[in-house]
């Protein structure tokens, strides 16, 4: 596609069920990133691929959280066990190494 | 450990006049700079980089951002203001031996243009 795509655009989820938030990069882009950003910040870095090998994942708040991105093209964020204080917009990003940064839209997760 | 400061969360200039929004950043190692824009319901999308060589940056439509070192700053600034300009911008860092791209964000600037 044109840009980075991600589903579901919005997410609502009972506080305890599991959520999985996917992420289609620009083809050909080898770097992608997963960012959190709460209401009224910035975002923040979750985690980076590199192809299929997940290089840093420094940025996961809790081991609730698990990213994979196996054939090194679509990428899922995963949440179990979601808490009120996961809600946040979800945002992927990718690029060429190095280079510019694509945003996609987001998925705003919404538990309640 | 390495922060941005975004002075003002929001900021209401008229149409026609200048814009600044200022960027701050602490860091022990020489840092990568960026603005990123976000329109409503759209991704966040690069503006300015600052990597090395040049401290000012030109962007389209007349934007720049300059890099001053011994202020740790990274302001934006506009000559004058569109209504298309409103939205939310973001400064943001990365540092060298790392991942370019894994970007410490600071927490917006919400810019209104007024008629």
């Known amino acids: 596609g044109a840009g980075v795509s991600q589903s579901p655009r919005y997410k609502v989820a009972k506080r305890g069920q599991d959520v999985a938030l996917r992420c289609d990069p620009i083809s050909g882009h080898v770097s992608l990133f997963w960012y959190q950003q709460a209401l009224g910040q910035g975002p923040e870095f979750l985690t980076y691929f590199q192809n299929e090998a997940q290089l840093d994942k420094s940025g996961l708040p809790s081991d609730r959280f698990f990213a994979e991105r196996p054939e090194g093209s679509v990428s899922t964020l995963k949440i179990q066990r979601t808490q009120q204080e996961d809600s946040a917009v979800y945002l992927c990003?990718?690029?060429?190494?190095?280079?510019?940064?694509?945003f996609g839209s987001g998925t705003q997760l919404s538990v309640l | 450990a390495q922060s941005v400061t975004q002075l003002g969360s929001h900021v209401s200039v008229s149409e026609g006049a200048l814009v600044l929004l200022r960027c701050n950043y602490s860091?022990?190692?020489?840092?990568?700079l960026f603005w990123y824009v976000q329109y409503p319901n759209q991704g966040l999308q690069l503006l300015l980089k600052?990597?090395?060589?040049?401290?000012l940056v030109k962007g389209i439509n007349g934007i720049e951002a300059e890099f001053k070192k011994s202020e740790t700053s990274f302001h934006l600034t506009k000559p004058s203001a569109h209504m298309s300009d409103a939205a939310e911008y973001f400064c943001?860092?990365?540092?060298?031996?790392?991942?370019?791209?894994?970007?410490?964000f600071g927490t917006g600037t919400l810019l209104a243009v007024q008629p």
């Open positions: 600052y990597t090395t060589g040049a401290t």
């Open positions: 990003a990718s690029s060429v190494v190095h280079e510019k940064l694509f």
């Open positions: 860091s022990s190692v020489p840092p990568y």
């Open positions: 943001a860092v990365s540092f060298f031996g790392g991942a370019t791209n894994k970007l410490i």
